[in-house]
């Protein structure tokens, strides 16, 4: 048995070096503390109670909420190599005597159980016969009310600690709101932790946020861009989930619906499928979650909108565990939103349905912010990311185009008002879409709008591109959508004096290159991409899936892709180059290696080998880096543009981005002093009364600006908020501060 961490760890595992924190983790937990360890999906947090499992003498116990994954977890270990069982329900009896005789005879290093198990009569005197010397907890939050899967067997638990006072606890989550945080250390009853939190950052999670328009077309584009990458698309409804897989299916792309609703045989039956490598796309609700330990899912598809921040993030976390680049995506539409409101109306709980407003509210203010998505995404869980472009969002990425859209707003205003001048009263959006493109309809005849100056004198764009044209001036103060029921679209003051006057108007919409779906660019190849012979891959995937079916074990306990990759890269020839390859430990290199190295040999008679360079490995930053005195180049180059005399929607323009993000540019420049304004260039006193009335009276701070916004109504646009914000913190700077 290797003692040394490093050892373990390259023999058994096949890795060079530990992740941000899991030697700090391990090291504290062979010491004999209680850890709690909080890092997110993907960055290794199985192997901070591996590693110490096989370091220290005896048993550990390991406490997972789900059956189903405890045999998956076991089998990835016994395939490298490992002595690991598990105990629950789904055994018969026989086998569990064999089990339960192995461990009196003490020849497993790890136990796997559920924690209602633990807690039976009798077990914890097996435990201590067997001679445990660790208890890892995963999924800890489960034991938590706050988070959202409360499991109350997790609460049995603190009597578990109490009866084994000499061994260490190590709980571990994912979770990262706070509450959730500290309710698991006092609910587990843990001796003086040491607690561990990373930064919930996912570096190689894109986000991009989409305009939802034919939500099945969308997703099918995008599904059909990446050819043999597994993803997750999610929808609200049990229907909508069986819609979509059929649709998909019918265009020959492997689909599965999963929903609650589904008879338990057909669910998992579909998730086995997917977790398999033998369905590509799983369209599902909600209630798919926390067994998929998959850890090549390439993508997570919002087709309707999350129901708060919190479940956004858990649910496109599930995306990437593997570290290798991968996309989440929200197709977004007001609509969805205006849809559950209604439903909450329906709630007879008036408490309940405020909270979920608020957090719905929170989403809408995400989806619609100028700010990097990143950057709002961890502000919401109180993570300041100081970064100034992420690097992988559409706000940062710039995949939006600024375009010159004063005749537009002119013509769809101006529908406005002819609607309300005709009709006296407001319509809603759909309907000034069909009178703007001339449609004809019962509506449009009824109330006689095809006689409007207005009807028609849209028609050349779509009904997607004018309703995101009609967002956006909504957006900007210029029309209004009621708060009744109706949510009618009419003209503002603001509108009135934009339509009487004649200055120039940009927004912004998705560049209109016909190589590019409806879904954004064409999947391009992205820092953290591991180049390779995709034609080798293919087939090395192949194989991999022939050996898991044999197995009967999904592909990933052979090899991760990561793995596969790095083979179709270097194409190794002999054991020792093969055991070089990260994740390819002794057993695997004994169990697999000849197989494998005579595929790539196959491989290399036919083809060429492609020289490819090596990726330089990623700085893999645990907490976010800081740019050079807190401003970026990119936000330099704004502000050098703006020295120059350009205006911000000149800048806009001239650099392909929102006003909102060089507006951001600047009031960073404000705040670390390198460029000075007077505020009243920027906002009216008045408005600098009601912010800071509004933050006062909401307790709210200068890193939500999504709040504050939403506290506002939404009347004050992000621009005005970044420039207030700037100024305060430029007469007040704050600890911590970019200064
Ligand atoms: P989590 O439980 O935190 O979501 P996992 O334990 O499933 O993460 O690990 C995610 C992936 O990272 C797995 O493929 C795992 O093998 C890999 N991994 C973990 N630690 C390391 C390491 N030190 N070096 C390279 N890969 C690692
Ligand atoms: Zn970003």
């Keep these: 048995m290797p003692g040394n961490l490093h050892d373990i760890l390259r023999e058994t595992f096949g890795y060079d070096s530990f992740r941000p924190f899991q030697q700090e983790i391990i090291e504290a937990s062979l010491a004999g503390r209680d850890v709690v360890a909080i890092l997110p999906t993907g960055a290794g947090k199985s ?32 395939a490298n190599g490992v002595s690991a069982t598990f105990l629950n329900s789904s055994l018969d009896p026989e086998e569990a005597r064999l089990r339960l005789s192995g461990l009196d005879q003490g020849i ?30 995963d999924e800890a939050h489960c034991v938590s009310e706050w988070g959202h899967d409360f499991r109350p067997e997790y609460r049995q638990l603190a009597r578990l600690r109490e009866e084994l006072p000499g061994v260490p606890f190590l709980a571990l989550t994912a979770t990262a709101t706070r509450r959730v945080q500290d309710d698991l250390v006092s609910q587990l009853a843990l001796r003086q932790p040491e607690v561990f939190v990373a930064s919930f950052n996912r570096p190689n ?38 819609e979509m897989a059929a649709a998909l299916a019918a265009e020959g792309i492997p689909a599965l619906a999963y ?85 909450l109306e329906e709630m007879t709980d008036p408490e309940a349905a405020a909270i979920a407003r608020r957090q719905m509210g929170r989403m809408i203010d995400y989806a619609e912010s100028p700010e990097c998505r990143r950057r709002v995404l961890l502000g919401y869980f109180g993570e300041v990311w100081p970064g100034d472009n992420c690097g992988s969002c559409d706000i940062c990425l710039g995949t939006r185009e ?64 004018w ?92 090899f991760g892709d990561k793995t596969l990759r790095h083979l179709a890269l270097r194409y190794p020839a002999t054991p020792e180059e093969f055991l070089a390859i990260p994740g390819v430990g002794t057993q695997k290199l004994k169990d697999f290696g000849e197989i494998f190295l005579a595929e790539i040999a196959v491989w290399l008679r036919d083809h060429e080998r492609l020289g490819l360079t090596e990726p330089a490995p990623a700085p893999a930053p645990a907490r976010p880096m800081k740019s050079e005195n ?53 906002l009216t006193e008045e408005e600098e009364q009601r912010i800071t009335a509004t933050m006062t009276a909401r307790g709210l701070g200068f890193q939500e600006l999504g709040a504050l916004h939403h506290a506002l109504g939404g009347e004050i646009p992000y621009a005005k908020l970044h420039f207030h914000r700037a100024f305060q913190l430029r007469a007040n700077p704050a600890p911590g501060t970019e200064s």
């Design 47 to 78: 192997i901070c109670y591996q590693v110490p499992a096989l370091a220290r003498e005896g048993l550990t116990l390991v406490i997972s909420p789900l059956i189903a994954l405890m045999k998956d977890q076991v089998d990835a270990l016994v």
């Design 108 to 137: 497993f290093k790890l136990l796997y159980a559920a924690p209602e198990r633990v807690m039976n009569g009798g077990f914890i005197d097996d435990l201590k016969r067997w001679g445990v010397r660790g208890v890892a907890v």
């Design 205 to 242: 999670l894109t986000y991009t946020i989409i305009p939802k328009a034919k939500p099945v077309r969308q997703v099918f584009d995008f599904v059909q861009a990446r050819p043999g990458e597994a993803g997750i698309v999610y929808l609200q409804s049990r229907k909508g989930t069986e």
């Design 259 to 343: 929903h609650a609703g589904l008879e338990p045989g057909l669910r998992s039956e579909n998730q086995e499928a997917f977790l398999r490598d033998r369905v590509r796309v799983i369209c599902a609700t909600v209630a798919f979650g926390m067994g998929i330990d998959k850890p090549d899912v390439r993508y997570v598809i919002h087709a309707d909108l999350p129901k708060n921040m919190e479940s956004y993030y858990q649910e496109t976390g599930r995306a990437g565990r593997d570290g290798l680049p991968s996309d989440c995506v929200l197709l977004f539409s007001k609509g969805d939103f205006m849809r559950n409101l209604r439903f």
């Design 402 to 465: 600024s375009f010159d859209a004063t005749l537009e707003a002119k013509k769809f205003l101006s529908c406005l008002f002819r609607i309300r001048e005709k009709s006296r009263f407001d319509l809603g959006m759909t309907h000034v879409v069909e009178v703007l493109t001339g449609a004809n309809t019962e509506k449009i005849r009824k109330w006689g709008h095809q006689a409007l100056s207005t009807y028609g004198i849209g028609s050349e764009l779509t009904r997607e591109e």
């Design 467 to 558: 309703r995101e044209i009609g967002g956006q001036l909504v957006r900007l103060g210029y029309a209004r959508i009621s708060e009744d029921n109706y949510q009618t679209i009419g003209l503002t003051e603001a509108g009135r004096a934009f339509l009487r006057g004649n200055e120039p108007l940009l927004l912004t919409r998705l560049p209109r290159r016909p190589e590019r779906s409806a879904t954004g660019p064409s999947k391009p190849l992205r820092t953290g991409d591991i180049p390779c012979d995709e034609g080798l891959f293919a087939k090395l995937r192949e194989l991999r899936k022939q050996l898991a079916e044999q197995r009967d074990v999904p592909p990933f306990v052979i």
């Design 630 to 682: 807190g401003i970026s180049a990119t936000a330099l180059e704004s502000v050098r543009l703006f020295r120059e005399g350009q205006g911000i929607a000149a800048i806009a323009a001239l650099r392909g981005l929102t006003e909102g993000t060089i507006c951001s540019h600047l009031a960073r420049a404000v705040t670390a002093g390198v460029l000075d304004l007077d505020p009243r260039d920027f």
